[in-house]
């Protein structure tokens, strides 16, 4: 079975513009997380969605920010304008059922902003 | 809020010699303790639970209450045992997961 794919792997843009990465999670699992390393610091929570709802976005940094979860499938997380301090390494992650369920972690996008 | 430490950046052992990864956490109820593993070129996997008192890879980890610690020990370190660990903390009122800075592990021969 496929895991939690994330695309693009990689993405270089200038500060100012627009950028959308995708997570399509395992399938079947409700729950749905974005994280997010900046560099020499913690991976640190984002948002979490249940199906489509989302559940918490208490560490959505500001409203450049922005996640939807249509249908309850695959998730787009879209920075409008980019800013520098923005790069990291963008990570998603899905699990099946409760709060204590294992989650499983994508590959991650790596975000450059120059 | 709760928070977790790592105090150590990078862990340099012999292969063959006792590991033990340290990392503390802050939270006044009762958390659920995680080590999260990353190897060169893979993604962030789960290594252990503290909830499941399982034994993986030849690594465990027991949580102090008292301590609020939740070290990861191995015995003997392996070549293939280096790479990123991370200690995270879900409160399981909030499901998500709060992460420590990460420790790399470096076993050399």
């Known amino acids: 079975e496929a895991g939690v794919t994330q695309f693009p792997s990689h993405s270089v843009i200038e500060k100012g513009q627009t950028v959308t990465l995708r997570c399509d999670p395992i399938s079947g699992h409700d729950n749905l997380y974005w994280y997010r390393r900046v560099m020499g610091k913690e991976i640190k929570f984002l948002l979490h969605f249940v199906k489509e709802s989302k559940q918490d976005e208490s560490g959505m940094p500001n409203n450049r920010f922005l996640a939807e979860r249509t249908g309850g499938t695959y998730s787009t997380l879209k920075v409008q304008p980019a800013e520098l301090e923005d790069s990291g390494v963008y990570f998603c992650?899905?699990?099946?059922?409760?709060?204590?369920?294992?989650?499983?972690f994508g590959p991650g996008t790596r975000l450059t902003v120059l | 809020a709760q928070r977790v430490t790592q105090p150590e950046k990078l862990l340099s052992v012999f292969k063959g010699a006792p590991v033990e990864l340290k990392c503390n956490y802050s939270y006044s109820g009762s958390p659920e303790l995680f080590w999260y593993v990353q190897y060169s070129r893979q993604r962030l996997q789960l290594l252990l639970r503290h909830i499941s008192r399982e034994s993986i890879k030849g690594f465990t980890a027991d949580l102090n209450k008292g301590e609020t610690s939740f070290h990861l020990k191995k015995p003997f370190a392996q070549e293939e045992d280096s790479a990123m660990y991370y200690c995270?903390?879900?409160?399981?009122?909030?499901?998500?997961?709060?992460f420590g800075t990460g420790t790399r592990l470096q076993v050399t021969l």
């Open positions: 995270a903390l879900n409160t399981g009122t909030a499901s998500k997961l709060t």
């Open positions: 992650a899905s699990s099946q059922g409760g709060p204590w369920d294992e989650q499983f």
